[in-house]
Structure formats: C-alpha cells, structure tokens
C-alpha cells in the first residue's frame, strides 16, 4: 500500500481549514503553521486531532516550511507527498486517481488535478494561463511545463532526486517553477490528470504595487535566471528586456532598483545552477 503524506501550510486560513483538511481525511496530514494570529492552529488541534501540527514562532515562508514535510516524509518513508494550499481541497476519490496515475507513469516528478475556481464555474485563472488549449476534462495524462503548487503530487523517489525548495532564493513565492525547471533538466514530466478534480480558491484582495512589482518582475526574472535548462547569459538577455517592459507598465523605479538587486545575486545564482547540476 502507498503511503501519502498530505503537507498543508498555514498562515491565517481559518476560513478555509475545515473544506481543506476534510477533502483529505483517512490521510496522513502534516500541517506547519506559520504563526497565524486568527487561532488557526488552535482550531486544526481542536478539530483535528490526529494531524500532525507543527506550531512555528515565526513565518517561516512557503518554501522553509513545505521543506519540513518534504524532510518529514523522507524520515518516515512516505512514498508520495502532496502539498495542499490552505485555500484548496481535492474532490472526493482525486488522491486516489493521482496515486495510481503516478504509480503507472513513473516519468512525473509532479501531478496535479484539474484546478478549479470555488463552484466548478471554471477553471482557476492562474492555473487556466498555464494549460494547453482544448485541455480535456477526462481521460489520459496531459505534460504541461508547469503546475503551481496548490496541488501537487510528488514521488518521493523524485523528490530525493531533484531536492528541497529553495528556502535561500525562493521564499515566499517561485519556488514551485524553479523545482519544475530542475525536474525537467533530469529529465522528469510535470503533468495534469483531468480526471481529477480540485479546487483552489485563491484569496482575491487587492495588493500594494510594490508587492505586486516584487511576485511578478522579481521573482519571475530570478526563476528566469535560476532556469538551468537555458544558459545563463541568454536568460539574463530575456531578463534585460523583462525589465523594460515591466518599468513602462509599472511606471516605478522600483523596478530599476529590483533589477540591481538581481545583478547583485548574479554569483548566488550561478553558485546555484552549477550545484544542482
């Protein structure tokens, strides 16, 4: 029998705790909470006794705490981990379909279910700008470049393999592309089973430009520049142009100020692409 290991990070997700972790019960479920003040860790251990909670004093970001499941999984002999956004659930019987997907189709590093918006009107906005078009809603695996990490499905096996998030570079966000980018440069698939049915009901809020500036034009040209799939100096000729994009759209200096910063993290990342050769 496969063994699953269901890793849910949580930073104040009370709202929707009870859809996330039911959609996953008779798993075993790892839950690292990343210093919530809305009691989220007080309800998980009220209401859900048998998961295992991990109660940081800090935020610890997506990647630092996901690595503790990774870790977790890899001590205990897991075979598969899923990581599980603590805004989503899976449809009933949607494990069990990527458990027998990934056993049959040992070439994927990561499967991930169909991603829908709350009410199954469509698909999730973010994950809908990654599919092919024509993406059918059932039958065979479909190999896609990418798969945000709301839902994923990991071999152990590849996660010995290709390793850890990035906790370094990729904190809070870019480290689900940056992991797909070392899958696929040994080699590995990532892919979607329509089959399978989720949902990520992401938060809609607005945000401050600068953040929005920090997720899209930083973050995207670091996962650009850490891409080991492509030469460095062609990536930062991409990144160049990134940049000049992004300052007329943003009308900010902060994209300038943003693209030093990549300049100055040019030696960390060329230390990491020859590491994770």
Known sequence: MNRVLVIVVVYNGLRWLERCLSSVQGADVFVVDN?????SADWIQAHFP???LLRSAENLGFSKANNLGFEHA???GY???YLLNQDAWLE???LEKLVAAAKEHPEYAVLSPLQYQDGYTALDVQFAKRMPSGLPEAGSLVEVPFI???HWLVPVKALRKIGLFNENLFGFYGQDDDWCHRAQYHGKKVGV???ARAVHDRARREEPLEKIIFRNYYTGSLVRLCDINHPLPERFCYVLLFTLVKAIKYRSVLVLKYFRELCRHLPTVREYRRRIR
């Open 35 to 39: 210093d919530s003040t809305d009691g």
């Open 50 to 52: 048998e998961v295992k």
């Open 74 to 76: 890899m001590a205990k």
């Open 79 to 81: 075979d598969y981990v």
């Open 92 to 94: 009933e019987g949607a």
């Open 148 to 150: 945000m990490a709301a």
């Open 193 to 195: 089973l329509p089959s």
